[in-house]
């Protein structure tokens, strides 16, 4: 009997985060959060969450960038205060831009992005 094949780690990398404590956005504006690599991954998990006392909603807009142009939405996040959202995409392509847009109405939001990338 042959021996099992050795395992292979997998490799999960945090490829993009925002400022450590959060980035905040007075409400009814928006904010470019960053561009991401992903070409390197085969997938992706993105996390987001609101934090807590945040004044309205924010929606985050992963879009699909190549070169300088913005081609198209991966997906629209819609958080709410007190809230986070997990999920996974194969990779769309080669950059996303990310960019945060707080709902109308008072006060401030914060919030806290992260995208980790995973490669067999």
């Given at each position: 009997m042959s021996p099992a094949p050795a395992m292979q780690p997998t490799q999960t990398t945090l490829a993009f985060r925002t400022q450590l404590g959060g980035v905040t956005i007075p409400a009814g504006q928006?904010?470019?959060l960053g561009v991401v690599d992903v070409?390197?991954?085969?997938r992706i998990r993105v996390v987001a969450d609101?934090?807590?006392?945040?004044?309205?909603?924010?929606?985050?807009?992963?879009?699909?960038?190549?070169?300088n142009e913005?081609?198209?939405?991966?997906?629209?996040?819609?958080?709410?205060?007190?809230?986070?959202?997990?999920r996974v995409?194969?990779?769309?392509?080669?950059?996303l831009?990310?960019?945060a847009?707080?709902?109308?109405?008072?006060?401030?939001?914060a919030l806290d992005v992260l995208i980790y990338g995973y490669k067999d």
């Open positions: 928006s904010k470019e070409a390197p991954f085969e609101e934090r807590v006392g945040s004044g309205t909603g924010i929606n985050v807009r992963l879009t699909i960038t190549e070169g913005l081609v198209a939405q991966l997906d629209v996040l819609h958080l709410m205060p007190h809230s986070q959202i997990t995409y194969e990779v769309p392509g080669t950059k831009t990310i960019f847009d707080a709902a109308g109405g008072s006060g401030n939001d």
